[in-house]
């Protein structure tokens, strides 16, 4: 981190980060890590989850927008949570709270089935080699994570500038009988979704900009 952000850490850390207890690894959870949500936030209220929220772009944003919710964001990268921390305090939003963690590890082990009314997943890493599509976020292990931990209804927003990578996150979804495509194909771009740094570059370099929205089924209740 650069001096501004291990001050906005140590300022501004007890505010917004939910310490979880560590497995092997700094980014992971240990086995039988919890959290008591409506205890984080002081209150009971829906909950949306962003995986891979970066520098806090779309979390301040959304955060302003819909006060009525409890908002929570997985993330690895410090220094990016840091930026995300100012954000969030010159943004003087509240209602958001932060996990340093592997986003499904998380998603695993933090979160009860049917406990999410919508997750965020906004231009994930593509890796583009074919040898490297193992590290896709987006696979059918996920899929079934995610219909298992959504409240019937709710709903997984997804979007990519890469061609190759939004066919690939819809040919996985569609294959999983815990979600459904809620508008056969590509879904319209969400208006409150702010354009972030990742959408811009895509934009920039003349790339489409893809989303997608599944709402969880029944099927996916005991999955």
């Given at each position: ?54 520098v806090g ?65 906004f231009f ?100």
């Open positions: 981190m650069n001096p501004s952000q291990e001050r906005a850490w140590a300022r501004l850390h007890d505010r917004y980060i939910v310490d979880v207890p560590r497995g092997e690894r700094a980014t992971s959870v240990a086995p039988g890590a919890t959290v008591e949500w409506p205890a984080a936030f002081g209150r009971t209220a829906p909950l949306l989850v962003e995986i891979g929220s970066g772009e779309v979390l301040a944003a959304l955060a302003g927008q819909q006060p009525q919710a409890n908002i929570v964001g997985l993330e690895v990268f410090e220094p990016g949570i840091a930026s995300t921390l100012s954000r969030l305090a010159r943004a003087d939003v509240h209602n958001v709270r932060i996990v340093v963690a592997d986003g499904t590890q998380a998603l695993d082990a933090l979160f009860p089935p049917r406990s999410i009314t919508e997750l965020w997943t994930p890493d593509p890796w583009h080699k074919k040898r490297h599509h193992k590290r896709r976020l987006v696979n059918a292990d996920v899929a079934r994570l995610v219909a298992s931990r959504l409240v019937a209804g709710g709903r997984w927003r997804l979007a990519t500038d890469w061609a190759d990578y939004a066919e690939w996150m819809r040919d996985i979804l569609d294959a999983e009988p815990g979600l459904r495509n809620e508008f056969a194909q590509w879904a319209p771009r969400w208006a409150d979704r702010p354009v972030t740094k990742f959408e811009q570059r895509g934009i920039d370099a003349g790339r489409r900009i893809y989303d997608l929205s599944y709402l969880a089924s029944d099927a996916g209740a005991d999955a």
